[in-house]
């Protein structure tokens, strides 16, 4: 199995920024495909970004040129830099990761997610 961790959530001001991160633990043998998704309340949960192993993200257009998400392959972790929040970015946010195990079995891990609230 693959645990996940996030951290960094918290209270922004609309217009403001936070950085959320992910660390990723457990028999892992290589991570394939690295995601965000976000929850809100009464609403289903999205995917807002994925990232490749190779480094290549793609956004959902409700966040593109805001949100910048990275991954550390070493570490693997997995962060995403939120800037210009809006109040409607309020939402719990997941990591989520394919992880190739050390059983040879590929198997998808979420986190507990992570409070984001963007209000004034």
């Known amino acids: 199995q693959v645990q996940l961790v996030e951290s960094g959530g918290g209270l922004a001001q609309p217009g403001g920024s936070l950085r959320l991160s992910c660390a990723a633990s457990g028999r892992i043998l290589n991570i394939r495909a690295m995601r965000w998704f976000r929850q809100a309340p009464g609403k289903e949960r999205e995917l807002v970004v994925s990232?490749?192993?190779?480094?290549?993200?793609n956004y959902a257009d409700f966040v593109k040129g805001r949100f910048t998400i990275s991954r550390d392959n070493a570490k693997n972790t997995v962060s995403l830099q939120m800037n210009s929040l809006k109040p409607e970015d309020t939402a719990v946010y997941y990591c989520?990761?394919?992880?190739?195990?050390?059983?040879?079995?590929?198997?998808?891990?979420w986190g507990q997610g992570t409070q984001v609230t963007v209000s004034s």
């Open positions: 989520n990761a394919d992880a190739l195990i050390s059983s040879g079995l590929m198997t998808t891990g």
């Open positions: 990232i490749t192993n190779g480094g290549r993200p």
